[in-house]
């Protein structure tokens, strides 16, 4: 016995030593794990917070869909966050709090009136009556790049669950939270004896640390050593950790269902996709069926089981009454409470958007690696869902006359007064982080790259305007090859002599490469480098006709230069970064590049119209009918029709259309046979915010001889009016009968073929 006892013992104390050590393994599981790496996280993206303000044009139906699109409830009173009534000419809006990238705002009750059109015109606190310059919407959850373990969550801090939240939570799940060491064996054993009653189970004996541990570590198995694990495991977190940080961990971590693939985690994103709000912003009955969801997500699911919904949530508020959590009138109240309150069963509303691309490629230039998801970020953008979609229904309407599947296209919208990106499609499908055309694609520009050449001859007011006579002859040179080049016009004609604005309307092709020639490809080079060009760019005399590639990206950025009076910012998506905490990774600071005068610039917006108005895209009329007016725009094809561009603007937007093929096969379409009629079909489902022409200083109208391009005074023959730079400044010619050959500088007279010479013009 004695032999037998010592073995024993021996087994005992092994068996002891091989306990320590795993309970000591099992505590560092928990501890690094819970102290390094908690969460994954994902990178949730917003779209841009709609700003209301009575000078901003903003109209009534506009905000509608916006509040619609937020899950806002039209109520009797507006009473709570997230509601709004309407009544005549004026709305009353309780706006949400919200974590805006540069400022938390709180909620905010205001009343907007609208004017006879439809159009904010104030925009009041309520009741105080006092003025508010202006309130932003929260933005829309538009998409997000999910963790590595595929799980969805917002990560919240403990003070922003509402304490009625917590309450609740222990009442049903664990009313000894803070009273226990992690392990409650009462309850084990209460609920052991409970299911072998029931020769099933029917009751769990978990607290919640028990339960937060089963969620982060271990499986959902039932067996024996998954529960012995649960137990010691939960033993060393409660010893580890405060009560506090359990509960936080908790409420990130329990699970609300599926979303398309997506398990969606914690009470932030919980409270978003079954309400659309933040936690902080929950009622009662919104409380009661989040906390009773816990014990079966699928089987309380009040998109697929509102009955059983319904059930489950009165019996929580039953419980919240009974312990004086809320009082009757709140009881009675939430009874009454629709179970479903958010119309769309998805967390995010709309299909993945192309403009996501872009997004995903400038976060990982501003935050590199993975590291994020330990924190989990808030991306917010400039993306317009609404400009989107309006984009996205005129392409189809356009792609639909080209059966051929190959025939793809790309559209950029940017707001060109600060550079922000604010819609994209990458292909006549979703492109689907695939191959995306708007930024990913380098095709040659064509005839996009006189305007440039233009702009930066105008740029010498002494030696070019609007006026300036060019020569569109037959034109023979030494390319880089040293082979001879003689270019033609898409018409294959020559018009002689030709003002500055007629080559530019008309798209001619010698006039620009004569331009070219003389400020010099190497100048135009370097200078599109400066404007942010980037690849290879030839100093080639063919440059003047756009042999360089670019993206449509890249297009509307360099036309951002013109619409915007010579400044423009690098187009970016994002505005802001945050941690899911609220903390501040990353806020926009915009920074203005100059690339041309503002007085040259003018001109070429004035051309820019005119192309619209009398040019090569005056076929827009056709298709928008007058709101073509307000817009200006540059058509642009490319040898062989391989590439069918149009860029085009108005007082907001800038928008860049192209079309061609994948193979670079012809496509036989111009610019105003292809990309222009997509840009007017987009254009007539947004809208036009007509173009204000009116002239910078320094800038004024000035009368230019139709045969010399020479400035001279108001009242002579044979004269158009035309902007030009410095006119008030300059010494005018005075008014005679004009002789072309006499008015002629020398150096127009050397450069006119010797027929001209002899026999005029």
């Given at each position: 016995?004695?032999?037998?006892?010592?073995?024993?013992?021996?087994?005992?104390?092994?068996?002891?030593?091989?306990l320590i050590f795993y309970?000591?393994?099992?505590?560092?599981?928990?501890?690094?794990?819970?102290?390094?790496?908690?969460?994954?996280?994902?990178?949730?993206?917003?779209?841009?917070?709609?700003?209301?303000?009575?000078?901003?044009?903003?109209?009534?139906?506009?905000?509608?869909r916006e509040l619609g699109a937020l899950d806002y409830r039209e109520t009797r009173y507006a009473r709570n966050p997230g509601e709004f009534q309407q009544q005549g000419t004026q709305l009353l809006l309780f706006r949400r709090a919200f974590d805006f990238p540069d400022r938390y705002e709180h909620g905010q009750r205001v009343r907007l009136t609208?004017?006879?059109?439809?159009?904010?015109s104030d925009l009041v606190a309520w009741p105080s009556q006092e003025p508010v310059d202006a309130i932003r919407l929260e933005p829309q959850l538009i998409g997000r790049f999910a963790s590595d373990n595929n799980e969805d969550r917002l990560l919240v801090g403990l003070e922003q669950v509402p304490v009625l939240m917590q309450q609740t939570l222990l009442l049903v799940e664990d009313r000894e939270f803070y009273h226990h060491r992690g392990v409650r064996p009462s309850s084990i054993l209460r609920a052991a004896v409970a299911n072998i009653r029931a020769g099933r189970t029917v009751q769990g004996g978990s607290t919640i640390t028990q339960q937060l541990v089963k969620n982060m570590f271990l499986t959902m198995d039932q067996h024996l050593t998954r529960k012995i694990n649960e137990a010691i495991m939960a033993l060393s977190l409660d010893y580890r950790f405060s009560k506090d940080e359990i509960l936080e961990a908790y409420f990130n971590e329990v699970f609300f269902g599926q979303d398309r693939g997506h398990a969606i985690h914690g009470v932030g994103l919980g409270s978003q996709?079954?309400?659309?709000?933040?936690?902080?912003?929950?009622?009662?009955?919104e409380i009661a069926q989040l906390i009773g969801m816990i014990r079966g997500p699928s089987l309380y699911n009040?998109?697929?089981?509102?009955?059983?919904?319904?059930?489950?949530?009165?019996?929580v508020l039953r419980l919240m009454y009974s312990h004086d959590l809320i009082s009757q009138t709140q009881y009675l109240a939430a009874l009454e409470?629709?179970?479903?309150?958010?119309?769309?069963?998805?967390?995010?509303?709309?299909?993945?958007?192309?403009?996501?691309?872009?997004?995903?490629?400038?976060?990982?230039?501003?935050?590199?690696?993975?590291?994020w998801q330990e924190t989990g970020l808030r991306v917010f953008t400039y993306f317009d869902p609404y400009l989107q979609a309006q984009a996205q229904h005129g392409m189809t309407q356009r792609m639909q006359e080209f059966p051929d599947q190959d025939m793809q296209t790309a559209v950029?919208?940017?707001?060109?007064?600060?550079?922000?990106?604010?819609?994209?499609?990458?292909?006549?499908?979703?492109?689907n982080a695939g191959f995306n055309r708007a930024f990913q694609a380098r095709r040659q520009i064509g005839s996009l790259m006189k305007p440039l050449v233009y702009t930066l001859a105008l740029e010498d007011s002494q030696r070019y305007s609007l006026g300036s006579i060019l020569y569109d002859e037959p034109l023979s040179m030494r390319n880089e090859r040293g082979q001879l080049w003689e270019p033609k016009n898409f018409d294959d004609e020559f018009l002689g002599p030709v003002s500055l604005l007629k080559s530019w309307v008309d798209s001619r092709n010698i006039p620009a490469i004569q331009v070219a020639q003389e400020i010099e490809p190497?100048?135009?080079r370097d200078h599109l480098y400066g404007l942010g060009m980037t690849g290879s760019i030839h100093a080639f005399p063919s440059l003047a006709l756009g042999t360089i590639e670019l993206s449509p990206l890249q297009v509307n950025h360099l036309y951002s230069y013109i619409a915007n009076h010579g400044v423009a910012y690098a187009p970016t998506t994002i505005a802001g970064i945050t941690t899911h905490r609220g903390d501040h990774l990353y806020v926009r600071e915009p920074r203005a590049i100059t690339g041309f005068s503002p007085e040259a610039a003018y001109l070429a917006r004035y051309a820019s119209h005119g192309v619209v108005q009398e040019g090569t895209g005056r076929s827009m009329h056709r298709i928008m009918g007058p709101e073509a007016t307000g817009v200006g725009g540059k058509t642009g094809s490319t040898n062989d029709l391989r590439d069918s561009w149009f860029v085009s603007f108005d007082e907001r937007y800038v928008m860049t259309t192209w079309m061609g093929r994948d193979d670079n096969q012809p496509i036989g379409l111009t610019g105003s046979r292809g990309a222009l009629i997509t840009a007017a079909t987009i254009w007539r489902e947004t809208g036009v915010v007509p173009l204000n022409l009116s002239m910078p200083e320094g800038v004024a109208m000035g009368h230019w001889n139709k045969f010399t391009g020479t400035l001279v005074a108001p009242g002579c023959n044979d004269t158009v009016q035309l902007p030009g730079i410095g006119v008030n400044d300059r010494e005018l010619t005075p008014c005679r009968d004009v002789d072309p050959e006499q008015d002629a500088t020398p150096e127009d007279r050397e450069r006119r073929p010797w027929w001209r010479r002899v026999f005029g013009d």
């Open positions: 016995m004695r032999k037998y006892f010592g073995l024993l013992l021996k087994l005992a104390l092994v068996g002891c030593a091989v309970v000591i393994y099992l505590d560092s599981v928990v501890t690094k794990r819970f102290t390094e790496a908690r969460y994954e996280a994902p990178a949730l993206l917003y779209s841009r917070a709609l700003e209301l303000r009575p000078d901003y044009g903003i109209r009534r139906d506009e905000v509608v609208f004017d006879q059109q439809g159009m904010l996709f079954y309400f659309g709000k933040a936690p902080e912003d929950l009622t009662p009955p009040p998109y697929r089981n509102p009955e059983r919904a319904q059930d489950r949530r009165d019996f409470a629709p179970v479903v309150t958010r119309q769309n069963y998805r967390l995010v509303a709309h299909s993945r958007p192309d403009y996501v691309d872009l997004v995903q490629q400038e976060l990982r230039r501003l935050i590199p690696g993975r590291a950029v919208i940017s707001d060109y007064r600060d550079g922000t990106v604010r819609a994209l499609i990458g292909g006549r499908t979703p492109v190497t100048r135009l």
